[in-house]
């Protein structure tokens, strides 16, 4: 198959741009290999821009000639890999280029997401007050079935969701959380407003994985696709545990700088 890319860059719902794929016989490679490997080429090359739409399964299966069964078995590899991202009822999309995340401490997310111009949103999806489980009681040095503030987000850059956070906080330091929280989602304002001037990033791990179901549907994934995940523990000037985060982000969506 030749890989080379001549057609000159479109609009994405154009399937003209794939008229340069040639299959080879399927002995040699599996024809669904030879489509992801002809995506990625574009992609790579610049023809699909990121944030760019592909062609519908449909129009583009026709085009090349393909079941759609074949065409989404290279499209599903391709979302596996993080190289496109799939909207529910509107397409699949080449990702964005990798934000950059400066680890720092007492920084907003949005003033450490080096996001390159793009406009960071939050959505919260969960806030409520429980009972530490033992998970929670180790990290925050709390006592088992203590107090605690449990707060999850999705974040997103441009409209593409990039990071899941599940975030525990005790919530004898931060009595009212839930009220200065709604006014503009913002952590760093709860605990200004209980007098934590400075905080601290104490610890930061960082894992790979794979998203699972849950995870994948937050973010807009196929389930299976890599992932980094996080888990670090914020302390307040005397060293008090303030926070402990748990986030999930897509292997291809940040870079760490530390």
């Known amino acids: 198959m030749n890989r080379s890319v001549k057609a000159q860059a479109g609009a994405a719902s154009d399937v003209s741009g794939f008229d340069g794929l040639v299959f ?22 610049g023809y699909l821009r990121p944030g760019s739409q592909l062609p519908g399964e449909v129009h583009l299966a026709e085009k ?10 290279a499209l599903q590899q391709l979302q596996q890999e993080g190289h496109l991202t799939a909207r529910k009822g509107v397409g699949a999309f080449v990702r964005s280029l990798p934000s950059a995340l400066v680890v720092r401490d007492g920084s907003r997310f949005a003033e450490s ?21 033992a ?7 709390l006592p088992l079935g203590a107090p605690v503030v449990r707060l999850r987000r999705v974040r997103s850059a441009d409209g593409q969701p990039i990071y899941i956070s599940t975030k525990v906080f005790p919530a004898a330091l ?7 929280y709604s006014r503009r989602q913002s952590v ?8 934590i001037q400075k905080y601290r990033r104490a610890e930061t791990r960082i894992s790979g994985g794979f ?13 299976g696709t890599p992932v980094f995940r996080t888990s670090s523990i914020n302390t307040d000037a005397a060293g008090n545990r303030i926070e402990w985060a748990r986030g999930c982000w897509l292997l291809t969506s940040v870079d760490f700088v530390f």
């Open 188 to 195: 760093t304002d709860v605990f200004i407003a209980h007098g």
């Open 113 to 133: 997401l080096r996001a390159d111009g793009k406009a960071v949103t939050t959505t919260t999806t969960l806030l409520e007050e429980e009972f530490a489980d």
């Open 211 to 223: 998203a699972t179901a849950e995870e994948a549907n937050l973010l807009a994934l196929t389930p």
């Open 174 to 180: 931060l009595p009212d959380f839930a009220t200065v």
């Open 135 to 141: 998970a929670a009681a180790e990290q925050l040095h």
């Open 64 to 73: 090349l000639g393909v079941t759609r069964i074949t065409l989404r078995r």
């Open 24 to 45: 080879r016989p399927r002995r040699d490679t599996p024809i669904w290999q030879q489509i992801y490997d002809y995506i990625l080429s574009l992609i790579e090359s």
